[in-house]
């Protein structure tokens, strides 16, 4: 028996197809669990040693009526045996859980792609609402796909019957059944998720068995089904990654620990005080949960009284920190300047979303640039960053503490939807190989004979002292009033008002010598066309430019993570290509400051719509440019 059912084994695997990289996407109703599904199978991915990327899809409505197309969820997930930059274009697969998630997510299944739909829910209602005239799985309107039609619901249903569940809990197990036979495909292993469900649900043991159930059936059932037109499991290499530890990492979660990081480098207790708004919400969670390095939340009852908070912190000795998506920036703004004006610390984290106003909440889109550089009233310059990754989360998580406490200076550090809630494999860092930069607060030396001069400022950084209140000698009036030179005292001066804001602009001036200077992530420092990307079009765009220089375009790829001040080099990098293009899901933003910094030709190429740039969209862009034209991504 042994030694037959190692047979059977071994003639199963020979049947598997091996594949460099595979694109998955589950779409289903809001309630179907297709957040769920995607992060389990990536947990598996991850085990089974895959490069990987994720992109989580909300929907545009979360209590949108079922079976509707604003209801639709979806989670994309591009894992590999080479490296992944991006959760990739067009899925190689898609389920479909229902006939919503078949029409939102169609047109971008690639031609001769497999699409699993759970017949069971492409009934006539279903359909109607979903904006069907006919069933799309009868006739030929799937023609070109490989479509693999099962009752999931019915399957589920029987998988799950000795359990005692009324339809309602079974029917929920039917993600389950639809990884179980996902990992059949891919060859994953089981055990991890099963454990998962044990612990999940371990107050409610017959819903865990009930769903375990539901993945071995659906496993079972990928087993032992002979599949149509040939369709058959697959095999992904490991990776080749560098060794050590890793773990799968959200960029909420990477900037979370950057931020806590950084607090500990700095040597400061940090304080959030937030107010929850979509997609910044996670951070406050995050960062409530780890009291233990020193961490302070509050949840404020607006947005100005959170921002408030934090500056009043900051004031206080600690480090304020303040997160929300760009409508609850704009509603931070005057406050912002009171913390340029007074020239305290203070980290701004803006995970951007599709605007303007409430705008797409659930939506990415690189849109507060602008607001991040100029948008506040007179002349506040602070220091803006933008990741570029889920794991850059955590490296720029410290650079804002950094910059902030050594210059004294409102820190704003962008994020977005896309990577706030996609993941990536994350190298755990050895935290001693960090350099500490242990903040020096003011002390009674510096009293002079005319007492405190809290705006005398470093020769080299010309940040003024932080002096914390009570400290005996250091009484100092602050406010939102211009402040005198040297003394702090409040100033109506018309020099002494021009002084301070050039003063204050220099500051922020002179941190492009404290920063590094721009690289070329790709490509040669002068040629034919340089793609100038920042946040998270870094992983499209180097793949679209890998792409493109292996057909032998003349092409670089250059990205901005420090967007004010701009690395001091930049200027004269960009200079010596003949043409540049800034691809942005934006109506162009960066391309505009290049334009004003540099005085150079820089052309636009834009994406509005919510979703992220495709790697193919950039490589047309990239080629249209060299032949002749660029425009909009449609």
């Known amino acids: 028996m042994a030694i037959s059912t190692a047979v059977e084994l071994e003639l199963a695997e020979t049947h598997r197809e091996e594949v460099e990289s595979v694109v998955v996407r589950f779409a289903g109703d809001s309630g179907d669990g297709m957040q769920l599904t995607g992060s389990q199978f990536t947990l598996a991915t991850a085990l089974a040693g895959n490069d990987l990327a994720t992109f989580p899809d909300f929907p545009a409505e979360i209590r949108a009526p079922i079976g509707t197309t604003f209801g639709v969820s979806a989670f994309q997930i591009n894992f590999g045996a080479r490296e992944i930059v991006t959760a990739g274009d067009a899925p190689d697969v898609l389920v479909a859980m229902n006939p919503a998630a078949l029409k939102v997510n169609l047109s971008d299944v690639k031609p001769g792609g497999t699409i699993i739909a759970d017949t069971g829910t492409f009934n006539a209602r279903n359909l109607k609402k979903a904006g069907f005239d006919n069933d799309p799985l009868e006739g030929d309107a799937l023609d070109g796909y490989q479509v693999l039609k099962i009752d999931i619901s019915k399957l589920t249903l029987e998988a799950v019957k000795d359990h005692e569940l009324s339809n309602k809990e079974a029917l929920r197990s039917k993600n389950m059944w639809t990884l179980g036979l996902i990992y059949w495909m891919y060859d994953r292993e089981r055990g991890p998720t099963i454990d998962w469900l044990r612990g999940k649900f371990a107050k409610l043991p017959s819903i865990a068995e009930a769903n375990i159930s539901a993945l071995n059936a659906g496993h079972i059932f990928g087993e032992s089904t002979e599949m149509p037109g040939g369709m058959h499991g697959y095999i992904v ?48 969670h995050i960062l409530a949960g780890m009291k233990q390095f020193d961490i302070v939340t509050f949840q404020a009852e607006d947005e100005i009284a959170a921002v408030c908070a934090a500056i009043g912190a900051s004031f206080a000795g600690s480090l304020g920190v303040t997160s929300s998506s760009g409508p609850g920036i704009a509603l931070k703004g005057e406050a912002i300047g009171l913390a340029i004006s007074t020239e305290l610390p203070l980290i701004v984290v803006n995970s951007q979303r599709a605007g303007p106003s409430t705008g797409m909440p659930t939506k990415t889109e690189q849109s507060d640039l602008y607001q991040s550089v100029y948008g506040r009233n007179a002349d506040s310059p602070l220091v803006v960053l933008a990741a570029s990754s889920s794991a850059n989360c955590f490296d720029m998580g410290i650079e804002a503490v950094r910059l902030a406490t050594k210059f004294m200076t409102p820190v704003m550090l962008l994020s977005d939807g896309y990577m706030g809630n996609a993941s990536e494999p994350w190298l755990i860092p050895d935290f001693d190989s960090f350099e500490p930069f242990p903040v020096k607060f003011a002390d009674a030396d510096q009293v002079g004979e005319e007492g405190f001069m809290p705006y ?63 690289a070329v992530e790709q490509g040669k420092d002068r040629g034919k066309l340089a793609v100038v990307g920042w946040g998270s079009t870094y992983g499209p765009i180097s793949r679209a430019v890998g792409n493109m220089r292996d057909l032998g375009y003349d092409v670089s790829h250059v990205h901005v993570r420090h967007i004010w001040p701009l690395p001091r080099n930049l200027g004269d990098l960009l200079g010596g290509f003949e043409q540049v293009v800034v691809p942005e899901m934006n109506n162009g933003q960066l391309v505009t400051v290049l334009r004003a910094e540099y005085l150079i030709p820089a052309e636009p190429f834009n994406k509005i719509t919510g979703q992220p740039f495709k790697i193919s969209e950039i490589e047309e862009a990239i080629q249209s440019r060299l032949d002749g034209e660029i425009g909009d991504a449609k």
């Open 237 to 284: 290499r490991q990776a080749e990654i560098s060794p050590g530890l890793y773990r799968t990492v959200t960029g909420a979660e990477a900037l979370a620990w950057g931020l806590a990081a950084g607090g500990k480098l700095a040597n400061l207790r940090m304080v959030l005080a937030s107010y929850p708004i979509t997609p910044a919400s996670t951070l406050l």
């Open 456 to 518: 005398v400022r470093d020769e080299d950084t010309l940040a003024r002292p932080w002096a914390k209140p009570g400290t005996v000698g250091l009484e100092h009036r602050i406010g939102g009033i211009e402040r005198a030179d040297g003394t702090g005292n409040i100033s109506y001066d018309a020099e002494n008002h021009q002084r301070m804001t050039k003063l204050r602009a220099a500051k922020i001036d002179g941190i492009a010598n404290d920063i590094p200077l721009q």
